[in-house]
């Protein structure tokens, strides 16, 4: 099994920053891919952005002021939120995918971006 545990959301207003991590324990595994998804209300959850190994992807509403990194040393994943907006107000989740078995989701965190 693998334990997500997220931290870093809160408030903030639009144009500012914000700093998500995640940290994972348990069977990580040596491949895998870590990222990020949220969830608006009344939206269903989406893509925000993910990293395996170098390799980084993410969603186009966020390119150009997110960007996630990794640290495989301590298994951890961090999703630096700059430019926020108030669209980027949602319940932001840590994936953590490995081969030939079920992603694993974190609890989920709360990000506001007040306009």
């Known amino acids: 099994q693998v334990q997500l545990v997220e931290s870093g959301g809160g408030l903030v207003q639009a144009g500012g920053s914000l700093r998500l991590s995640c940290v994972a324990s348990g069977s990580v595994g040596t491949f895998n891919t870590m990222g990020w998804y949220r969830q608006a209300p009344g939206k269903q959850r989406e893509f925000v952005a993910n990293?395996?190994?170098?390799?980084?992807n993410y969603a186009d509403s966020v390119k150009g002021r997110f960007t996630i990194s990794r640290d495989n040393a301590k298994n951890t994943v961090t999703l630096q939120m700059n430019s926020l907006k108030s669209e980027d107000t949602a319940v932001y989740y840590c994936n953590l995918r490995r081969p030939l078995v079920a992603p694993f989701w974190g609890q989920g965190i709360q990000v506001t971006v007040s306009s």
């Open positions: 990293i395996m190994t170098e390799t980084t």
